[in-house]
């Protein structure tokens, strides 16, 4: 059980357009999905929280008009990586969880060109 | 605030030996803590949480670890290392069970020698 899916798992896009990555939960409606960040042989720093329904909130120092964050149902988060630049390039991962069930994504390799 | 402070970012050990992995947190509230196991290019695997109750826990593939709350300490111990155990690990702390909003450590990459 619980379990995330993402989609894509690896992506490469030129400079200036967007970039939209899905996060699923499979077998349980999650509640609150988190979506991190990381940067090559670094942790994993937290981008921003979303519950179903509700306007995202982000952490500090992350533009809520650059990522874009959508949970629309209660399976379902996207992020949208608007305008990607090189430095945008990094492994994001997503967590979906709701009450005893909690788990992470695959995490989706982005590539900006 | 929170924040998980792992010693040693790159930790190896010969197959068959004990593997240490160290972790210290900081926490104003009793924290909830989470050892992950990442494989390359992969997302993350839990190993085991403590919550409440037993200070030991015990985890996926062998693995355990001991929540120490004079030591803020929550290191990951397995008594024989295997070669499939080498992958990164992160220690994350979590002020609420309910919300899980984890604040990681910066990783400890395991290598296991032949």
Redesign the interface.
Known sequence: GAVVSQHPSWVICKSGTSVKIECRSLDFQATTMFWYRQFPKQSLMLMATSNEGSKATYEQGVEKDKFLINHASLTLSTLTVTSAHPEDSSFYICSARNLGNAAFGPGTRLLVL | AQSVTQLGSHVSVSEGALVLLRCNYSSSVPPYLFW?VQYP??????LLKYTTGATLVKGINGFEAEFKKSETSFHLTKPSAHMSDAAEY?CAVSDSF??????????TRLTIIP
């Open positions: 992950y290019n992969q997302g993350l695997q839990l992160f309910g919300n899980e909003k984890l604040t990681f450590g910066t990783g």
